[in-house]
């Protein structure tokens, strides 16, 4: 009795704490609790101009540029699948063996990059701290080349770095550092992590062996490491690029650190892998997701496992792990090595890459199955889409088992998740007819251009003017209707073609049965 006690109490001390912290980290902007259907204002700024770039698509993640909307509501669009994965781990080097138990194993926490010439494809996955590599020319069936770094193998020598993460610098002035590297990389004598530790004042709270190492490479194949490690660590982490300053950016989980209950995402920034930024907390769990936790037998709260982050038509898009767990609750907030649970992907978005919210609609947008291969856990993310045609792919860590599990049934593949570009969210509108109106936009582009699915309903565009007068020409009546699924629709209204030009304008988007997921002023 008195330990079950004593077990409820911990566990409510936790929540307490975790929805506390979630809260503030990432709840504001993604709140499911809002009106959802019923009239919203946007943000406080939305009679304020923005400025539009010719050819810049809008994505409507965030309400940035929604000054009003009604009738619509944010939907998270779940990735299609193929029938089974796209890579095995079929050969001798690409098995793990837990406790006692052989398993193929093939993830990535890294990285796949199309040439922008040719069309293949080429990918760095790994087994546990071995960095492999294989080739495509389709992205579906992939080869594994003889690298001859160990043996006829495909291994590549990227110094035992855990869960690889790649850039390709194209800012880069020297040829040999065009391909950026960071991993997590054990084995560091004490001293060398003292030293580290001491440059993030000296966290008391650190007490693992190993770090995230940096490295730098001509090809993305032969590998040079930098001599200190980067940060403190724990395993996964992933690499991003800023497009704007070109500065790096590493999504890492801790789950030691006393700013985290259990497993959350952290961040650093570097302009040159070396010197770092102090990792500060960005994304978090919160009471919703531990109340989802809880709806599976054994339940007890949820962590956030990685997060891959790309920039994404002038902003930014994360695909974060969201591990729901199984079993005893967190003692002291630390997370547990060996903690049972699922693991699924929800989407994150941000403006500059550092501050992050959830999406309104919590909605996995890679779930765990149906498939058979990925019925357990979604462990890791590919860093970056690969586009494709009208397509955006990611490639992901699937699981036949939950986390923790080690029946010898237990596989780990790569397989890949599409979605029609710009097709992660939408604003969704039923048989009543929706409204989204933007602020005031002022474009150097001429024609509107939409991604919208409306096979079975239609959408119309109207257009006012700053303080929000219809323009004669522009009215809803005057539009043509848009009844088709394509990524690329252009508007037009009886005899007009192009947008109103000069003065600012306001699109009002009216919606009916379909969803909207970005828009172009070409």
Known sequence: MAASSASRIRRRTFLQRGAKLGLGCCFAAGSPVAALGQAAVGPADGNRVRFLNRGERQLLVDDLTIAQQTGVRPMAHAARKLPGPVLEGDRPWEHVVWDGVRLSYASIYGTVLRDERTGSFRMWYNCGTQTLYATSRDGIHWEKPDLGQAGATNIVGLFDFHSPSFVLDRHEPDPARRYKAIGSKGGYPRE????????????????????YAA?????????????EPALLGMDTITLAQDPANHEFLTFHKNSQDP???????????????????????????????HAEARQLERG?????????????????????TRFLCRGEPLVGGRARPGQDGVIDVVLVHSRDGRKWQRFADRSPVIPVGPKEYDAGMILGVSNTPVIVGDEMWFYYSAATRAHASRSPEQKNTIARAVWRLDGLASLHAGEREGLV??????ATGEKLVVNAD??????????????????????????????????????????REHLPRGNPVRLRFHLTKGDLYSYTIE
């Open 454 to 495: 409306v096979a079975k309903g239609q959408l119309l565009v109207s257009v006012a003017d700053a303080n929000g007068r219809a323009l004669p020409g522009y009215g809803k009546a005057d539009c043509v209707p848009l009844r088709g699924a394509a990524v690329r629709q252009p508007v037009r209204w009886r005899g």
């Open 215 to 227: 490295a730098y490479s001509a090809d993305g194949l032969k590998w040079t490491l930098y001599p």
């Open 437 to 442: 109106e933007t602020p005031p936009l002022q």
């Open 300 to 320: 007890t709260h949820a962590e956030f496992y990685n997060m891959s982050a790309f920039a994404y038509a002038n902003q930014w898009l994360g695909l974060a």
């Open 259 to 289: 700013r985290s209950i259990g497993r959350q995402i952290f961040l650093a920034t570097s302009r040159d892998l070396q010197s770092w930024s102090r990792p500060e907390l960005v994304l978090a769990t919160d009471e919703l997701d």
């Open 192 to 211: 060398v992590l003292a030293r580290l530790a001491a440059k993030f004042g000296s966290p008391a709270w650190y007490r693992r062996n190993h770090a």
